[in-house]
């Protein structure tokens, strides 16, 4: 069987983006691959090296030609080969899934595996929207995955809590924080990864129009009230803290 | 002109940049409490490949060109100074001799073990006689044979406690002088005759173990003879050469953590009602670190770019060296005092490299010897 794990380019948790012309400017900001995706390229990794028979694992990415980057990383870590559909235009989950669905057909893949929340998008919509168009069934939200043959197990966060589940292939997956801790590429692999294979290919081939356009974009920013509250007596200024933050905050009971 | 890094040499970066601050940082209290480095460390190093940085794919390591192995290094200084000791004297002086003059056999029975983190290598040529005056150098080589008789002490050997393989240098022809001398590698445990004396006690770079080696008529195999007989004094200065460049390289990650160290204090820390970043007097050490660390990337960058291009970087390696390694002194000493007294503690990182930074201007050539070699090679 195969595996296709998705991989997007987002800015580094700590980076600092700038707007200009009311669009994210990611000029001079550290780009590296999505956390989430990271959780999935590592699983695929994982679920091979646990014994189940996976004959290869496949990343992509769409995007500009940076997200190479991402690709190496995915690569270096111990994916087999990329495929990197090119284009400057963002898309949108529903249109990015389209690209995804139609890999996944195309490579004969079983198992897609994406990040259950896009740091780019903030949307949890790529996962469901591929499963809509290939009439998989979808694990969201997994924080545990076996493989026997083609039958899959593990458990996912629900609403009030945590269900176990088994599911025949093929199937979307999506992953969080906590499923593993993503191994760091070493220096030998990374030096591999440059042999490997990244296929280059375009959008067109795949109808996948964006629908939505961003008009405008904003940084948010929080006002913070900056309530001091004078420590002389340490009794009085306990009494206010909580009094604080049980009544303003509501943070406590 | 291109000052952009290759994409994997960045990918290398980080990678290393993250395994030294986030799992041996996590350690770093330890390492300094007890002078040791934890061995699952060592075993995580061996794992990312840091101990086969220099060393031939075919012989199992990464197989990096100056200019890699020096982009490792800055990301390697960016970390615990004294876990970055054990793997640069390693990968660095320790290695290089036997890459560059090793027969094929030579190579084969070390190197797969040394990138594998199995052997720890290092490289003896000071002695209590011969520190900057390394042509005095007292210790015999006496051919008998088939085997090589060495006797004499070797001091302030890093790795030594720890090694697996050291490359010797010693007297084989007093007669001829600084062209009677040959390079040997001796394996210390394997090797009647050698004793590694006790450990060092040092200022910093906890972890990064020196001691003295001494040979009491210790019979190493003609076998093991590294290059030429009598190769000379030069050439065996040829090994720490290359190494300076990667000490500016060390050196720039250090100076590179200690501003990001500074940045982030001085935003949080507030006095007389604001953050003291907003101090010009605070901006100012800031802004100098900053151009200290340019500077010095460029330096290492260009030495790195030339050894890969097969120019001799002798004056340059040591202009590299002595710039980026005073200049780190000048920045642990700005870190501090942006620090303050949290600067002067034991639980703060400032104060860890402010000792360990020191050792930088001393070895591999003190920061004298480097304005030595520059000038001679000007009036030449």
Known sequence: MKILTLVRQVPDAEARVKIS????????????????DEYGVEEALRLREGGAAVEEIVALATGPKRVEDALRTALAMGVDRAIHVETDQALDPIALSRVVAQVAQAEGVSLILVGGQEADWDSQALGAATAERLGWPQLTWTNELALEGDTLTGRHDVDDGNESFRVPLPAVVTTQ??????????????????????????????????????????????????????GKDPQAAAAELLDLLRNEAKVIA | MNFTLPEDLREMQAAVRGFMLEVVEARAREIEDTNRVPPELLRGAAELGLFGLSIPEEYGGVGLGALGRCAVYEALGQGHMGFGGVISAHASIGTSGLVRLGTEEQKRRFLPRMASGECIAGFAITEPSSGSDAANIRTRAERRGDVYVLNGTKHYISNAPVAGLLTVIAVTDPARGTRGMSAFLVEPGRTPGVTIGKIDEKM???????????????????????????????????????GRVGIAAR???AMQRLLDLSVAHAKTREQFGQPIAEFQAVQFMLAEMEVAIQTSRLLWQKVAWMVDEGQDVRRMASVAKLYAT???????????QVAGGMGYMKDSPVERYYRDQRLLRIYEGTSEIQKLIIARDLLA
């Open chain 2, 251 to 253: 050196a720039t990650g």
């Open chain 1, 177 to 230: 924080q906590g499923l593993n801790e993503p191994r760091y590429p070493t220096l030998p692999n990374i030096m591999k990864a440059k042999k490997k294979e990244l296929r280059k290919d375009t959008l067109d081939a795949y109808g996948a129009a964006p629908t939505v356009r961003v008009v405008g974009s904003d940084i948010q920013t929080r006002a913070r009230l900056n309530k001091m509250i004078d």
């Open chain 1, 21 to 36: 012309g009311g669009q994210v400017d990611l000029e001079g900001a550290t780009l590296v691959m999505d956390g989430m």
């Open chain 2, 204 to 242: 910093g770079q906890k972890g990064s173990l020196s001691a003295e080696v001494i040979f009491e008529d210790a019979e190493v195999p003609a076998a093991n003879l590294l290059g030429p007989e009598h190769l000379g004094y030069r050439e065996a200065l040829g090994i720490l050469t290359n």
């Open chain 2, 326 to 336: 005073e200049m780190l002194s000048q920045v642990a000493d700005k870190a501090v």
